[in-house]
């Protein structure tokens, strides 16, 4: 008798997981759309530019780019600077942490970097590239329309207050998304400013992603507003296995088990239909384009409001979703090298063709 009541609580549990999985909005309100970039310049285009320099986000607004993906930490005196490391070391040379030096004392950039999510590359200084460190203030004086992705990087209630006084200061609430991996700095990042739209930390992103797996995620609750993740495949290459350290089967075993998860098109259409875009980050590879097309469309030829910039200019289609990336270059709307990428898109079986005719 007590198997039998389990395996009917279990089947009900099952079908209602199903359904609503499927569609969500029978007990969920569909979040209002924020901004929707599909090409999104990852530390102003680290590819081509210094990362998080003005010369990077200049380059990249001018190729085109939707999005400038940039970091934030403050100094001893309260500077909000746009740089992704807290020390120094790697970016200047200097051992160093940002937050203990005044913003007139910090040294310079370096004039080569490798690019950190594609080892052996390096990106040079131009002679328009100014290796003074960029303030946030600057860079939302130079573009007050473009839009922006700000990743909070400490914990530091200095640094989010200033933050939310800059954005409110130049009313970029509409305009721009934040966070941090931090479920405690989203958190806060809230209550700083609840208008200003934020993705998602990492450890609801994992129970995410449990839900998904075990099935309560049509149950959950999830108050962010942007999902961003890795595509996996495509930085499983030897080079960058070798520099992080992921050479082993166990290691290889993990990264095949996530690209798997990560890229499932069900999971993707649930979150689309409760309003939750995403963006995918990229290596600056056309193959990467054509996976998430081809992982991520369907044989009846519905595209799942993927992260692609080629169906929303070349295609004519509307997204919910966009790319993350270091080549501004390769933003379609001003350039041609992504013709190839077309091409490998037109010969999937699962191009729907009545968008490309």
């Avoid at 739209?197 to 962010?224: D, I, N, Q, T």
């Avoid at 056309?286 to 929303?312: I, K, Q, Y």
């Amino acid at each position: 008798m007590l198997l039998f009541i389990l395996s009917a609580i279990l089947c009900c549990y099952a079908a209602m997981s199903y359904i609503l999985l499927r569609f969500p909005c029978l007990i969920h309100r569909t979040k209002p759309l924020g901004p929707v970039p599909v090409h999104i310049s990852h530390r102003g285009g680290a590819g081509e530019r210094l990362e998080n320099t003005m010369d990077a986000f200049q380059n990249a607004v001018s190729l085109g780019t939707d999005m400038l993906e940039l970091d934030c930490h403050i100094t001893r005196d309260s500077e909000v600077v746009i740089l992704h490391d807290p020390n120094l070391k790697r970016i200047t040379g200097v051992d160093v942490d940002v937050s203990n030096v005044n913003y007139n004392d910090l040294p310079i950039y370096l004039s080569k970097l490798e690019v950190e999510y594609h080892p052996g590359n390096h990106c040079k200084a131009t002679p328009m590239t100014d290796l003074r460190f960029l303030r946030l203030e600057e860079l939302l004086e130079a573009f007050p329309n473009v839009l922006m992705n700000i990743d909070i990087k400490q914990d530091d209630d200095r640094l989010i207050q200033r933050v939310a006084e800059l954005l409110q200061k130049f009313q970029r609430e509409d305009l721009t998304v934040w966070g941090s991996f931090s479920s405690v700095v989203a958190a806060k990042l809230q209550q700083a400013n609840p208008r200003i739209k934020r993705f998602f930390p990492l450890e609801p992103v994992l129970w995410m992603f449990a839900g998904y797996f075990f099935g309560f995620l049509p149950f959950m609750s999830l108050p962010y507003d942007y999902l961003e993740l890795p595509l996996i495949c495509a930085f499983n290459y030897p080079q960058f296995r070798q520099s992080y350290c992921l050479q082993s089967f166990k290691s290889r075993a993990i990264m095949w088990f996530l690209d798997k998860l990560l890229m499932s098109p069900k999971l993707y259409k649930h979150l689309n239909a409760r309003g939750i875009p995403k963006t995918i980050y990229l290596s600056n590879e056309a193959d990467s384009m054509r996976t998430v097309f081809r992982r991520l469309s369907t044989p009846n030829g519905e595209w799942l409001r993927t992260a692609s910039p080629l169906d929303c200019y070349f295609l004519g289609l509307q997204h919910h979703g966009g790319f993350q990336n270091g080549i501004c270059s390769r933003c379609p709307r001003n350039n041609d090298r992504l013709s190839e990428t077309i091409e490998g898109l037109l010969a999937n079986p699962f191009a729907p063709k009545q968008y490309y005719q």
